[in-house]
């Protein structure tokens, strides 16, 4: 059984470009989140899904980011016109479809993004 | 003040030393988790609680719902133990999420 897969694992881009980032969950695991780790600054949650649903949005921010986890795919996390603020660590994380904050989560290897 | 606070920051053990890392939060709680951040940056989900305490290998877990306090000791540490430590708490309303800056362990053989 696969772990969490995230893809790329680096990604360059230059400011003003769109960043995508893929997260492919365990498989039967219905649940993702997503999390952001800036240089020398701890995680921060950012937002948890479903299959076709976004459960809970509060930790991203209001313009540039949206999600989406389709029925069919990976989950995606989008930011357009990137700035160098941008650039950091993002961690994807599954788990079971059951309680989703309650179950353990497992992370994928995160995506550095480096805003140039 | 950050909702969930741990100590130490930095914490160095020589091999074989039994360790603590401590957490406390300020918010109501459903779950407590730790995590472990290696130095090539990936993590690991080490214990999920709600209550009690867990043991896996070396480690365990304990959590005191009425202090608000949460503990990871690790037992014979060795230096692959050597990586962050993070606290995450998932709160009981408006499902917040929030982490702890982490403990940074190193272990010298």
């Known amino acids: 059984n696969a772990g969490v897969m995230q893809n790329p694992r680096h990604l360059v881009r230059r400011r003003g470009q769109e960043a995508r980032l893929r997260c492919s969950p365990m498989k039967g695991h219905s649940h993702v989140y997503w999390y952001r780790q800036l240089p020398e600054e701890g995680l921060k949650f950012m937002v948890y899904?479903?299959?076709?649903?976004?459960?809970?949005e509060s930790g991203m921010p209001k313009e540039r980011f949206s999600a989406e986890f389709p029925k069919e795919g990976p989950s995606i996390l989008r930011i357009q016109q990137v700035v160098r603020g941008d650039s950091a660590a993002y961690f994807c994380?599954?788990?079971?479809?059951?309680?989703?904050?309650?179950?353990?989560?497992?992370f994928g290897p995160g995506t550095r993004l480096l805003v140039l | 003040k950050n909702e969930v606070e741990q100590s130490p920051q930095n914490l160095t053990a020589q091999e074989g030393e039994f360790i603590t890392i401590n957490c406390s939060y300020s918010v109501g709680i459903s779950a407590l988790h730790w995590l472990q951040q290696h130095p090539g940056g990936g993590i690991v989900s080490l214990f999920m609680?709600?209550?009690g305490k867990k043991k896996h290998g070396r480690l365990i877990a304990t959590i005191n719902i009425q202090e608000k306090h949460s503990s990871l000791h690790i037992t014979a540490s060795h230096p692959r133990d050597s990586a962050v430590y993070i606290c995450?708490?998932?709160?009981?309303?408006?499902?917040?999420?929030?982490f702890g800056t982490g403990t940074s362990l190193t272990v010298i053989p």
């Open positions: 994380a599954s788990s079971p479809p059951t309680s989703g904050y309650q179950e353990t989560q497992y």
């Open positions: 609680l709600s209550s």
């Open positions: 899904l479903q299959k076709e649903n976004i459960i809970d």
């Open positions: 995450a708490c998932w709160t009981n309303t408006g499902n917040q999420f929030y």
